[in-house]
C-alpha cells in the first residue's frame, strides 16, 4: 500500500470510526449514564454538606453533654456542702442561690439537648437518605452499563477492528504527513484530504487550471489542495 492510499484509506477509517462513536453516543443508555453521572456528582456535594452539618451538631451535642456532666458535678458538691451543717445562716442561703441558679443552667442546658437531639435525627436521616439514593444510582449505573454494553457489542466490535487498522495504517505514514493530517482533521472536521478525479479535487471540487494541474501531477503524491488546503492526493501512475 502506497503512503497515499494509506492516507486515503486513514481517513474513510477515522470518518467510519466518527460515525460509529457518535452513534454509540447516542445509545439511550448512555445518555441516561450521563445524566447518572451528573446526579452523581451533584449528591456527591450535597452528601459532603450533610455530613458536615451531620459532624457539627455532634460537636455540639458533645459539648452540651460535657458543660452538662459539669453542672451536675458541682450540683453534687454545693449539695454535699449544703448537708455540712457546720454552715452559717447566710452560707447556707448563698449555697441555696448557687443551686437555683445550677438548676436553672441545667435545665436550660436540656432543653437544648433536646434541640440538638432533633436536629441530629433530622441530619441523621437525611444522610440516610442521601446514601440510599447514592446506592440506587450505583445500581442503576451498574444495570444501564451492563445494557449498553448489550447493545453495543456489535458497534463496539466494528469499532475494535478499525481502530486495529487504523494502527497499521497510521505506521505506514511519515510522522510529517500523520502531523498534517491531524491538523487537517480538526479543520476541517475529519475532511481532511481529497484525491483527484481527472482535474477535480474530490472535495471542494474546484476545477484545478491546467498549469496548476501539471504542476501538481508531476509533483509529490500527497500535497495541497491550492483551493481549499486540504491535504491532496494526485494519482501520479496514471500519467507516467
Ligand atoms: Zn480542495
Known amino acids: 500500500m502506497t503512503e497515499s492510499s494509506s492516507l486515503l484509506r486513514l481517513q474513510e477509517v477515522d470518518l467510519q470510526l466518527m460515525r460509529l462513536r457518535k452513534t454509540l453516543s447516542a445509545m439511550p443508555q448512555q445518555e441516561k449514564l450521563r445524566a447518572i453521572t451528573l446526579a452523581k456528582r451533584k449528591l456527591a456535594a450535597q452528601l459532603k454538606q450533610i455530613v ?69 435525627g433530622q441530619a441523621q436521616k437525611a444522610e440516610a437518605n442521601a446514601r440510599a439514593l447514592a446506592q440506587r444510582l450505583l445500581d442503576e449505573e451498574a444495570a444501564q452499563t451492563e445494557s449498553y454494553e448489550h447493545d453495543s457489542a456489535d458497534l463496539r466490535a466494528q469499532v475494535r477492528v478499525l481502530e486495529q487498522e487504523r494502527e497499521g495504517l497510521v505506521a505506514q505514514l511519515s510522522g510529517d504527513t500523520l502531523d498534517t493530517y491531524d491538523a487537517a482533521c480538526k479543520r476541517f472536521g475529519g475532511l481532511a484530504v481529497e484525491s ?40 501520479q501512475r496514471d500519467f507516467e
Open 52 to 120: 458536615g452539618q451531620r459532624k457539627d451538631i455532634e460537636t455540639e451535642l458533645a459539648d452540651n453533654q460535657a458543660d452538662h456532666a459539669k453542672i451536675l458535678a458541682i450540683t453534687a458538691e454545693v449539695r454535699e456542702r449544703v448537708s455540712e451543717r457546720v454552715q452559717s445562716y447566710r452560707q447556707i442561703q448563698d449555697l441555696e442561690s448557687q443551686l437555683t441558679s445550677l438548676a436553672k443552667r441545667q435545665e436550660k442546658l436540656e432543653f437544648t439537648q433536646t434541640d440538638i437531639l432533633q436536629r441530629l
Open 196 to 235: 483527484l478525479a481527472s482535474n477535480v479535487p474530490s472535495t471542494c471540487r474546484v476545477k484545478l487550471q491546467p498549469a496548476i494541474y501539471q504542476r501538481l501531477v508531476r509533483g509529490p503524491q500527497i500535497t495541497e489542495c491550492p483551493y481549499c488546503h486540504r491535504m491532496l492526493v494526485v494519482e
